[in-house]
């Protein structure tokens, strides 16, 4: 290579940096900035008053799988940490498969009608992000509270004598997770069924195949790209949930995002907080990295 | 109804639309396709071509009337209940499998064994000579060889018959002329019965056994491509098949009087009254005055074709009327515009259409 070329190369390589320096100054500021202080403070220790103390530690992500005793001192495994992330995950997983049992059907219902109609159905499902999710999630709260909209309705009706108690478990938790996460799950599959070509509905049946073999071997993988981008649009959020799980689970059922929460506030163990929100991101990284497998496996066509 | 016969629609008619504004598709149509023919459906768009085809394939239920395949009714049965398969216009091929998949996927569906499967796709790649490309994806592959993917997949589960919707028209002109070859070449390999739907003409007569001319919902006509072409049925069918002169004439025993007063012998058996006479260009030829049946004309135009040349008349009662004249060695064309020639017609080649 002649030294002209080189040094144009070089002039090349400067340029390049220089022109990408806007997009890197905000990765550093907003993405990479607040993650390098929240992974500091995992390793500090907790002030009186909340804050962080300056010195390092293994006690925070410690606390995370096991508890000291402070009667004793010895340390048994967290159970009710574990309980709280297993929760988290169940609740998210629970909600990212409803999701799409509910979401599938509506999807494939708008992609199917008259262009005129899609338009205005789309409208509907995306009517509820224009309200504030606390004023939706209190309304959930309002229906299903011992004294809401259903139980009265139920009891007036004479169809049970005790209220059914909803509000304040897992299943209200659920519920609102559903209901918020829901329009996630149908506008990827809408738009990944839109492009479908219904006239390879034909050709399937055409060679013999079966409403359920047109649905599971033409239909599904064809339109598994809107599958997995709803799947991890609903599993990523739901994971760390702050406002459903607290209206509508209570004090009892936290999830992850509650329990962090918590430990900048009344808990006071900022370290431990940092810790927790170390771990939600790599149980997120870890879920992703499965999708992306599940998506590439036979032909990646994500 | 012949014993030969595969498929017969007895008495069919769709229609598509509300009660309120019922759009006739088919209309009572009645037709025996016969085993192992090259059968074409050929019409303008809107004729009821590709909804015949359709239900034969089993997409639409007819209203009324009888589908019978080796005389068992199906009219009813669902697509993957029939023993017949389709080659659609747009080819329809399955993108997230590979060519392979693809041809072997009625196979799969009908639960052959992954062996037999394996043998009947190889023999399908090498029919339609796609065996370097089975492993590719169906976007990995050109419009021609999607379309052989497309017979290849439809030909492998053996089907009774083989439906083709316009298969060819997404093709270019010279790949067109070459699949036209390419499915008279299977239709003899593989001995089973096409019924192939287009609208254009030419490749109904080159390719077919047997041509239904429908127009409006209704079968003008059922013959084979001379047939069709020599003895039209009526002036739709006279004028979608090649160019034809229409001139309007008066029967006096046996004998077809123009407007102008000339004269033109006809075939015998038609009855008096008012006829439309069909006259195909390449019949009409220029006479000499005073021959026997020769009609005085003016020429309007002419234009060069290479092998011939089309020659634009005008009857004396003003009746437009082509010639196409072959032309001569030395390259003249024949009349120019302006002159005053003598036409007749050759021989038998009248066609009397009722008026």
């Known amino acids: ?302 | 109804m012949s014993a030969d016969a595969i498929i017969e629609a007895k008495s069919v008619t769709k229609t598509f639309g509300g009660p309120a504004e019922p759009v006739v598709a088919l209309d009572h149509v009645s037709a025996a396709i016969l085993r192992n023919e090259f059968f074409t459906l050929l019409g303008p768009s809107g004729c009821g071509k590709t909804t015949l085809l359709r239900l034969i394939a089993g997409f639409e239920m007819p209203d009324s009337g009888e589908i019978r395949l080796d005389g068992e009714e199906i009219g009813h049965l669902p697509p993957n209940k029939r023993p017949v398969n389709t080659v659609f216009q747009s080819y329809a091929l399955f993108p997230h499998m590979t060519v392979r998949e693809n041809i072997g996927f009625g196979l799969l569906m009908q639960g052959r064994a992954q062996t037999e499967i394996r043998e009947i796709v190889d023999r399908m790649l090498e029919l339609v000579r796609m065996v370097e490309m089975a492993e590719r994806k169906t976007d990995q592959i050109s419009g021609g060889q999607q379309q052989r993917v497309a017979l290849a997949r439809a030909l492998a589960p053996q089907p009774k018959v083989l439906l083709l919707d316009e298969p060819l028209s997404a093709l270019d002109y010279k790949l067109r002329k070459e699949m036209q070859i390419e499915l008279k070449r299977l239709q003899h390999e593989t001995g089973i019965t096409f019924v192939f739907v287009t609208h254009d003409q030419e490749e109904a007569l080159t390719m077919s056994d047997r041509i239904a001319v429908m127009s409006n919902g209704k079968i003008n006509q059922i013959g084979s491509p001379r047939e069709i072409y020599t003895h039209p049925v009526n002036r739709f069918v006279a004028d979608f098949i090649g160019e034809t002169n229409f001139i309007e004439a008066q029967l006096e025993k046996g004998v077809a009087r123009l407007a102008g007063g000339a004269r033109v012998a006809i075939e015998t058996g038609h009855a008096d009254g008012a006829v439309t006479l069909a006259v195909r260009p390449e019949h009409v030829r220029i006479a000499t005055q005073g021959a026997q049946g020769a009609i005085p004309a003016t020429v309007a135009d002419s234009v060069y074709f290479g092998t011939d040349s089309h020659v634009y008349l005008a009857l004396d009662d003003g009746t437009e009327v082509v010639a196409r004249l072959g032309t001569d060695a030395s390259g003249h064309s024949g009349p120019e515009a302006g002159d005053k020639v003598f036409v007749d017609f050759a021989p038998g080649s009248v066609q009397v259409l009722e008026a």
Do not use: C
Request: aromatic letters at 12%; hydrophobic letters at 55%.
């Open chain 1, 1 to 302: 290579m002649s030294e002209v070329q080189k040094q144009a190369d070089r002039k090349n390589a400067r340029n390049a940096w220089a022109l990408s320096a806007p997009a890197l100054l905000v990765l550093t500021v907003a993405a990479v900035g607040p993650l390098l202080i929240i992974l500091i403070y995992s390793f500090l220790l907790p002030g009186k008053y909340g804050n962080v103390e300056w010195g390092f530690s293994f006690d925070a992500w410690r606390g995370i799988l096991v508890s000291k005793d402070i009667f004793d001192g010895t340390y048994k495994l967290a159970d009710a940490h574990l309980t709280i992330f297993w929760r988290s995950v169940k609740l998210s997983l629970l909600t990212t498969v409803f999701t799409f049992v509910v979401g599938f059907p509506t999807a494939w219902f708008i992609a199917t009608r008259p262009p005129r109609w899609r338009a205005a159905l789309l409208f509907l499902i995306t009517i509820p992000f224009w309200t504030n999710l606390l004023i939706r999630t209190f309304a959930i709260n309002q229906i299903i509270r011992n004294e809401g909209l259903f139980n009265t309705a139920m009891i007036q009706l004479g169809l049970i004598d005790q209220p059914i108690v909803i509000i304040y478990t897992d299943f209200a938790v659920f519920l609102g997770m559903t209901y918020v996460y829901l329009p996630l799950m149908v506008l990827p599959l809408f738009a990944a069924i839109d492009r479908f070509d219904m006239r390879l509905l034909e050709a399937g049946y055409d060679l013999y195949a079966s409403r359920m073999q047109v649905l599971r071997r033409i239909i599904v993988p064809i339109v598994k790209p809107g599958i997995i981008a709803g799947s991890i649009l609903v599993f990523i959020p739901s994971l760390g949930a702050y406002v459903t799980p607290r209206i509508l689970g209570g004090g009892r059922n936290m999830m992850i995002g509650n329990f962090i929460e918590l430990q900048f506030g009344a808990g006071r163990n900022w370290p431990l907080g940092a810790a927790l929100s170390m771990t939600l991101l790599i149980i997120v990284m870890v879920a992703l990295l499965v999708y992306v497998r599940f998506a590439n496996r036979d032909g990646g066509h994500g």
